[in-house]
């Protein structure tokens, strides 16, 4: 039973920072380590949103938002994927998600069609 559960989210002033956790349960870790990770948010009113991806190479994909002020890394002995906020502005608010997919991805890596698993989600508020 693969179940993915983030934490971190909170409220912060705008400039602030976040630092978002996803972690893996299900998965063994030779599993869990060729699974891309993506992060998506999804505010009130707009559709889900890709912001971050990583893969098993650990290479990264991003939003032009928040390019230069989101950093996603993970560390596959915890089976656990970070995704650090800096510089966070108004717009950044929203319920992020964390999800994985198989490789290879079914789609592009900020599309939630190309992801199979996700977290229940943890919230962010910049205010």
């Known amino acids: 039973h693969v179940q993915l559960v983030e934490s971190g989210g909170g409220s912060v002033q705008a400039g602030g920072s976040l630092r978002l956790s996803c972690a893996a349960s299900?998965?063994?870790?030779?599993?869990?380590?060729?699974?891309?990770m993506g992060w998506f948010r999804q505010a009130p009113g707009k559709e889900r949103e890709g912001v971050a991806s990583i893969g098993s190479d650990r290479s990264t994909m991003y939003a032009d938002s928040v390019k230069d002020r989101f950093t996603t890394s993970r560390d596959n002995a915890k089976n656990t994927v970070y995704l650090q906020m800096n510089s966070l502005k108004r717009e950044d608010t929203a319920m992020y998600y964390c999800?994985?997919?198989?490789?290879?991805?079914?789609?592009?890596?900020?599309?939630?069609?190309?992801?199979?698993?996700w977290g229940q989600g943890t919230q962010v508020t910049v205010s």
């Open positions: 999800a994985a997919g198989p490789p290879p991805l079914r789609g592009v890596w900020y599309s939630p069609d190309s992801y199979v698993y």
């Open positions: 299900g998965f063994t870790v030779s599993i869990y380590a060729i699974f891309c």
